[in-house]
């Protein structure tokens, strides 16, 4: 089982940039696919980033490709979300979350964290 918190986000101007972090406990980490997702009030959750096991793979939506990059530490058990050039419709709760390698589903969710870009 993984516990993952999510921190970084906050109210940033639209072109800036923020790094969110996802703090993750448990001794398998590194076995799991990690994602980033946001949900914005009255709209569905969204899929924002993704990274395999080993970091050496990525892939992203069309909405953030070439502005958001995902990363992972597993010694650090650790993934990040670097996002540049934001723009207002980035405004969302972020998620982070574990594909678990058996079920082959998210079923690990952190809290979220609120990150805001004003126009």
């Known amino acids: 089982q993984v516990r993952l918190v999510e921190s970084g986000g906050g109210l940033v101007q639209a072109g800036g940039s923020l790094r969110l972090s996802c703090a993750a406990s448990g001794r398998t980490f590194s076995t799991y696919e990690m994602a980033w997702f946001r949900q914005a009030p009255g709209k569905e959750r969204e899929f924002v980033a993704k990274i395999n096991w080993s970091g050496g793979t990525t892939y992203y939506p069309d909405s953030v490709k070439a502005r958001f990059t995902i990363s992972r530490d597993n010694a650090k058990k650790t993934v990040a979300l670097q996002m540049n050039s934001l723009r207002p419709e980035d405004s969302a709760v972020y998620y982070c979350?574990?594909?678990?390698?058996?079920?082959?589903?998210?079923?690990?969710w952190g809290q979220g964290t609120q990150v805001t870009v004003s126009s």
């Open positions: 979350a574990a594909r678990d390698p058996i079920t082959r589903s998210y079923d690990y």
